[in-house]
């Protein structure tokens, strides 16, 4: 498996992991003013981007185990949506390797069920299951829309998402459809106890996929997070809001430095 990883800025490392049919090229004008504060290695999730997809990879720690060599001793993790799902994943399998977390549109268990409420139908993800068979372009096209619903800046935020969304080259298929699997089967509530890493939770008002509810339910599991919710946005904050969500993560991580990178 080939891992793309693209290195930035000066400061403590601090690993950005993308979510699902996106790649490392979508955080935009965000991460300029980020490589400030800290060092980025920004991911190409596999089977995402520049980066292959190994055979045989079905689940989240098999995808975490998979990103992990990418992973420098002590750095903070900064994980949206599916990758904040492989932060915490990673949290739990290499604790002492990390410093900190920065979960964003993050949810221990993205399908609501008859003991989790705050989660997407699963008829919604089915669809998206159902899509990627008949025409996979429009699926992921789809999917976008849904991420920027209920957000005061919607239009330009899909827009930006739409205009990044090849930058990198377009998803492996197997990655598409083992990734709506992941999301489907993970579920990381009865780790949230024992990961003790300082973690700050980023919610967004209106988030469709990982409603803030979610979010407020993961901060007060984990031992040592805190929880912001940014008003009037949906599922990408960083894009919609960035200097609120760049003012939070950056001092968030001042609090919790480490080393500067060499």
């Excluded at 498996?1 to 690993?15: A, K, Q, W």
């Excluded at 981007?49 to 990103?67: I, M, N």
């Excluded at 002590?74 to 492989?86: E, K, P, Q």
Aim: proline share 7%; net charge positive; with cysteine.
């Amino acid at each position: 498996m080939t891992l793309h990883v693209e290195i930035r800025g000066t400061g403590p490392d601090l690993v950005l992991l993308h979510g699902w049919a996106l790649h490392g090229g979508m955080w935009g004008p965000w991460l300029d003013e980020l490589a400030r504060h800290a060092r980025l290695h920004v991911l190409d999730l596999p089977g995402h981007g520049r980066s292959t997809w190994p055979a045989g990879l079905r689940d989240l720690a098999g995808l975490a185990r998979a990103v992990f060599a990418a992973v420098p001793q002590g750095a903070a993790l900064l994980g949206w949506s599916l990758g904040g799902m492989v932060a915490l994943e990673l949290a739990r399998q290499h604790s002492r390797h990390l410093r900190a977390l920065v979960l964003v549109g993050t949810t221990p268990k993205f399908l609501a069920g008859p003991d989790w409420d705050p989660g997407l139908r699963p008829a919604i993800l089915d669809g998206f299951s159902a899509g990627l068979a008949r025409d996979y372009r429009r699926t992921v096209q789809n999917f976008l829309a849904l991420q920027t619903r209920g957000d005061e800046r919607a239009l330009a935020t899909l827009r930006l998402l739409r205009a990044r969304l090849a930058m990198h080259g377009e998803p492996d298929r197997a990655a598409l459809a083992a990734g709506l699997g992941i999301l489907r089967e993970a579920d990381l509530r009865d780790s949230l106890p024992r990961i003790a890493l300082p973690t700050l939770v980023i919610a967004g008002e209106h988030d469709r996929l990982t409603p803030p509810e979610a979010g407020r339910a993961l901060a007060s599991a984990l031992p040592a997070a805190r929880f912001r919710l940014v008003e009037r946005c949906g599922h990408a904050p960083f894009l919609s809001h960035p200097a609120e969500v760049l003012g939070e993560v950056t001092g968030f991580l001042a609090r919790h430095p480490g080393e500067k990178a060499a």
